[in-house]
């Protein structure tokens, strides 16, 4: 035995530089104990000086090893020690401090965690596993090739592009996905201000829409962030920003009446100088040049300085679809998809209570028998259902009442009233445009909800004029994720499989408080809502992407749903929170685009990325 060990020994050096593997730093060294177990593997490596000096070696970084029972092994620097002659030889100081420059020539040892390993002689065809063979001391320590690295880590090949594997301070050439599936399993990214989530989530859908045929992405946009992904960034990247987006702009009454002097400005610049709005007689002229002004004051408050080159208004009856129009900005030019987007009450109303959070449970429950009690045929838009409110509340009290039939005590009343209130002063239901003339008012156009079956691309939904109602914005996001879980849910009914749909939300909060973080926010509610999207949406194809700087402000449900987690620089209170506590050290003082991802995708449970540069233009802070 003691005759075949030396030239195996010697040979595996050897074999090492044959395939290519990399550049040899070193042995395992024989003052220690390599030990490989079920809850700790460690194993001390010697390098000498000369290639220490050279090579360096650096906390985090992966590096190989050749075992003598033949294996490769693939492994991380979990700490590297350095010590002086001094030490070894227990020198004390004893009167003035040892200089000796000669002492520093020792090796270094360098403590690596071994994570997966392959049999040596198949390599090639190998799916590497946990590390279940032991490694003797003598075994050859390399730093492996990027090649290497991506395989024995068992990184998918295929799916929506994180970034570049990130070890030991520096971006390697290894691509991090997410496959296609993990993404029906949801994603929840978590990391304080500035990290570089919003830019995370960016690249994300750039690379959804690149990487998933036929994929519609829909984006929560609180910021605008989604709406510059059609704008080049500072430097060049590996995606092109997109050529065409679709906007689901929210009209609610106070934006129009903001805007009226605006819209007939712009309406009679389009028509020519002696002409206005009032004087078109032409219906389906009058709702287009009303589309095209809404369009160009989109843009002008979008994209600063950018023009609208033409447009092209779809209308049905008097109801304004679609306006698309190609926008020039500074020379480039994309296309705008523009949905004006608002609720037609009497469409919607049973549905009410599951997407405004202000009602009680019974006040939910009796809510569609209330309202056709209080209003019957006069059930028509939300004006005539407020005024049959304002009388019926007006009665005497002890009057034969709708509050009396339903049983209903003053506190549900009172609730009632207050929510139909709240949700007549978003503005959000039965909008349109209209004038007064002296004949009466005229109705230009009116708007109302797209065909959510027809929506494809990015579909940014615009949220910018809700920064400051949490309630108003997630009322309007309710309602479009449920229509487009319905649209979903249809085509799984028709035995078709659903096209793919990927939600992202940011901020999402916001969205989605912790139980008693906003009181205006039903329990109920938000809960039902999340469920529908994670557990009901996986089957009908859709996959969620949430992302927060305050896990403990987001509901649990998100928490426990998700099951890919993304940290990025955060505080170790955050990082508990999702169950990361482990890369505190790692997270803390991280860079901006630094993340561990943690999935049940990945053979090592985590991997460190670094999120590629913006691939378009972005806000900033
Ligand atoms: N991978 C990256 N490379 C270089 N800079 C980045 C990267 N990711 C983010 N940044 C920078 O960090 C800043 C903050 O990113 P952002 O995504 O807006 O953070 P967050 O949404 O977490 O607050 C951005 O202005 C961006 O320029
Ligand atoms: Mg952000």
């Known amino acids: 035995m003691s005759l075949e060990l030396k030239p195996r020994v010697d ?22 104990v390599a030990s490989v177990g079920a809850d700790e593997r460690r194993v001390v490596i010697d390098v000498d000086f000369e290639t220490y000096l050279r090579a360096g070696a650096r906390i985090g970084e992966y590096l190989g090893v050749a075992t003598i029972l033949g294996s490769v092994m693939l492994g991380r620097v979990v700490e590297v020690r350095r010590r002086h002659v001094a030490h070894i030889a227990h020198i004390q100081t004893l009167y003035a401090p040892v200089e000796d420059p000669e002492g520093l020539k020792t090796p270094a040892q360098i403590v690596l965690e071994p994570l997966t390993e392959c049999p040596m002689d198949a390599l090639d065809k190998c799916e590497p596993t946990p590390v279940y063979t032991p490694v003797d001391p003598l075994s050859v320590v390399f730093r492996p090739s990027p090649e290497l690295i991506a395989k024995m ?65 829909l984006a929560l946009d609180l910021q605008g962030d989604y709406l510059l992904t059609t704008l080049p960034p500072e430097a060049p990247g590996v995606y092109q920003p997109l050529d065409e987006i679709t906007v689901l702009m929210p009209v609610t009454r106070h934006l129009i009446d903001r805007h009226r002097e605006d819209i007939q400005r712009i309406a009679a610049r389009n028509l020519g100088e002696e002409y206005s709005l009032l004087d078109v007689t032409d219906e389906r002229e009058a709702a287009e040049l009303v589309g095209r002004a809404l369009a160009e004051l989109f843009v002008e408050e979008t994209y ?55 009602f ?71 909008v349109s445009y209209a004038v007064a003339e002296p004949t009466g008012r005229r109705v230009f156009a009116t708007f109302g909800e797209p065909d959510y079956m027809e929506l494809g691309g990015l579909v940014v939904v615009d949220l910018r004029g809700f920064r400051e109602a949490p309630s108003v914005a997630s009322a309007v996001v309710y309602r479009v994720l449920s229509r487009v879980f319905e649209a979903r849910d249809e085509e799984l009914a028709r035995g078709a499989a659903p096209s793919p749909t990927f939600i992202f939300i940011d901020e999402a909060h916001y969205y989605f408080p912790q ?107």
Not at 544 to 565: E, G, M, Y
């Open 11 to 32: 040979a595996l050096r050897q074999k090492v530089k044959e395939k290519g593997l990399g550049e040899v730093l070193g042995r395992v060294s024989p003052g220690e």
């Open 153 to 217: 880590l068992g990184l998918p090949k295929e799916g929506i592009l994180l970034g570049k594997l990130y070890a030991g301070g520096f971006e390697l050439p290894v691509e991090v996905r997410l496959p296609e599936r993990a993404m029906y399993q949801h994603v929840l990214v978590v990391g304080t201000t500035g990290a570089g989530k919003t830019v995370l989530l960016k690249n994300m859908a750039l690379s959804t829409i690149d990487a998933v045929r036929n994929a519609t992405v």
């Open 304 to 358: 600063p300085g950018a023009k609208v080159l033409n447009a092209e208004t779809k209308t049905e009856d008097k109801r304004l679809v679609e306006v698309v129009a190609k926008v020039d900005a500074g020379g480039r030019v994309f296309t705008l998809r523009l949905l004006p987007w608002a609720m037609r009450f009497r469409e919607v109303y049973p549905e009410i209570p599951r997407f405004f959070p202000f």
């Open 360 to 430: 009680s449970e019974r006040v939910s429950m009796l809510f569609r028998r209330l309202l056709e009690k209080l209003a019957g045929k006069d059930l028509r838009d939300i004006d005539t259902v407020m005024k049959r409110l304002e009388s019926e509340v007006a009665k005497d009290a002890d009057k034969d009442s709708v509050w009396k039939d339903l049983r209903l005590h003053k506190s549900q009343v009172d609730n009632f009233v207050r929510g139909m209130n709240m949700i007549y002063e978003t503005g959000l239901f039965d």
């Open 515 to 621: 139980e008693g973080a906003r009181e205006d926010f039903n329990k109920e509610v938000v809960e039902a809502m999340i469920n529908k999207l994670t557990r009901l949406g996986r089957v009908r194809r859709m996959g969620v992407v949430f992302a927060t700087h305050s896990p403990a402000d987001l509901n649990d449900l998100v928490i426990q749903l998700t099951n890919t987690k993304i940290a990025m620089r955060s505080e170790p209170k955050v990082l508990e929170r999702v169950d990361m506590s482990e890369y505190a050290g790692e997270l803390a003082y991280a860079q901006s685009g630094v993340a561990v991802a943690k999935s049940f995708i990945y053979r090592t449970h985590a991997v460190t990325f670094k999120t590629l540069p913006p691939q378009t233009r972005h806000r900033g802070l």
